[in-house]
């Protein structure tokens, strides 16, 4: 009897583990068709850019353009120019995205999707329209500037220098962020909050101690986002931004369109990489990958 059980077991298992080997198999062709893509157009891409950073005009292997990063100072001053605007970005978006997606996600549906569509509006205009429309409002003689020049009482510059960038960057990122935020404060179960409402918690302590936990993953995967393509975005500090407010893809281009010079332009945007993955690294570090997408905080 005993043996007639584990002869009935083998047979259940065996199919078990021909299934398991078909899904495996069927996995596998399924994914080969999307990584023989990331890997031609993104993972060589990268390679290459990577050993461009470690080779010289004439191909021979040196450390010569990372040791030219380091002698010139301008380099370095790009450098945190484009630090200081992408976290200038990202703390103005979550100051102002936040209550937009907060609103948007708790008010009623009618005004949720009337708050998105206007969020997502700029989505459907072009980047390079956008930031010309930006020169004639923050041009000379524009509204905003005679706005802001009526109440200094002297003529205010807001185009062509770093506040022109900050403004064009924000007005390009926010959607971003109201988006990804947006995205997990609809998933946050609200009857949590109803429940410290009822035990007593005031508005505030329900929304510090509750709702803002669980909104973090929200909050720090915008700002991550945010971050990412601030620091890599090209038109809008080259329209709105003047020769000293230019960031590092903007010299990135100009050493590969003017200069000619891939290796130089391969090593700055190794560094522009490198000190992105620091960034995430260090928050991987202080608070972890699970907490990023997960709402467990």
């Given amino acids: 009897m005993m043996s007639e059980v ?24 399924f994914l080969a068709l999307p990584m023989a893509f990331l890997a031609v157009f993104f993972g060589y891409p990268m390679v290459d850019i990577l050993s461009r950073s470690f080779h010289s005009a004439d191909g021979a292997l040196t450390l010569q353009n990372y040791a030219t990063l380091l002698d010139r100072p301008a380099y370095w001053r790009v450098t945190m120019i484009t630090m200081q605007l992408s976290f200038a970005v990202t703390l103005i978006c979550i100051i102002v995205g936040y209550p937009v997606a907060y609103v948007a996600a708790n008010a009623r549906p009618a ?31 524009g509204i905003l500037s005679d706005v802001a020049s009526a109440i200094a009482g002297r003529e205010v510059q807001l185009l062509y220098n770093r506040f022109g960038v900050l403004v064009g960057l924000v007005y390009t990122m926010l959607p971003y962020f109201v988006l990804t935020l947006y995205s997990v404060l609809k998933a ?17 302590s329900a929304f510090r101690r509750i709702y803002l936990p669980l909104s973090m993953p929200g909050v ?65 570090r202080l608070v972890g990958i699970k907490q990023l997408v997960t709402s467990k905080w």
Avoid at 194 to 201: D, K, P, Q, R
Avoid at 231 to 236: E, M, P, Q, V, Y
Avoid at 266 to 273: D, I, K
């Fill in 6 to 29: 584990v002869i009935a077991a083998g047979d259940i298992a065996q199919p078990q583990r021909r299934v398991r080997l078909t899904l495996t198999l069927r996995t596998l062709l």
């Fill in 220 to 284: 720090v995967g915008g700002a991550l986002l945010v971050f990412i393509l601030s620091a890599g975005f090209f038109i809008t500090p080259r329209l709105l931004g003047g020769d000293r407010d230019q960031m590092l893809s903007s010299i990135i281009a100009y050493q590969v369109e003017i200069l000619i010079d891939w290796n130089m332009a391969s090593t700055l945007a190794v560094v522009l990489l490198a000190i992105t993955l620091l960034l995430f690294l260090i928050y991987a």
């Fill in 188 to 204: 946050i179960d609200t009857r949590l909050v109803f429940v410290a409402y009822s035990l007593g918690s005031s508005r505030w």
């Fill in 111 to 141: 005004v949720g999707a009337v708050i998105m569509v206007f969020v997502l509006l700029p989505f459907l205009t072009s980047v390079l329209v956008r930031n010309y429309g930006w020169i004639v409002l923050l041009r000379p003689g």
